[in-house]
């Protein structure tokens, strides 16, 4: 049970967005099922009903007439809203970790390059505080 918990974090870690479409996948399908069982709808008219039912659009062609179905259509419609905000924000929060990614990455880069240009400078700065320093020998000894 332990491997299991931890292969499902490790997956839902790496692939979060692609789990949150599979939750909505279950999700819907499960409405389906509860539709085609409660009204006897056909599969696609319950998956139809399903999809707009989340998505608030709610054509009104279709209306479930047992009190089961209609609390399933009550769920499903108060359902769609938290998981659109957690899709939406999941989309967003990852664009903006690759974004924060890129300018560390360029930052790191400008970093090296400007140290390798104070270690060029330091070098120089040795080089004539040497030179300057025989000019003054020479100075001194003539």
């Known amino acids: 049970m ?4 931890k292969y499902l974090n490790e997956f839902i870690a790496k692939y979060t ?11 819907i399908f499960a409405g389906t099922i ?19 039912t989340m998505s608030t659009i709610g054509y009104g062609d279709m209306a479930p007439l047992t009190h089961a179905g209609k609390l399933v259509a009550m769920f499903y419609g108060f359902m769609w809203a938290p998981l659109f905000i957690g899709f939406t924000w999941l989309l967003f929060q990852s664009k903006l970790k690759k974004m924060l990614q890129a300018s560390i990455h360029a930052y790191h880069r400008e970093a090296k390059e400007a140290e390798k240009m104070a270690l060029q400078i330091q070098k120089e700065n040795k080089r004539q505080d040497k030179e300057i320093k025989e000019i003054q020998e020479e100075v001194e000894n003539k």
Do not use: M, Q, R
Not at 2 to 5: D, E, L, R, T
């Open 34 to 52: 509860a539709f085609y069982n409660l009204e006897g709808w056909s599969f696609f008219d319950s998956i139809y009903f399903t999809s707009v």
């Open 2 to 5: 332990h491997i299991i918990k």
């Open 17 to 27: 967005i692609l789990f949150f479409i599979i939750i909505i996948l279950i999700i």
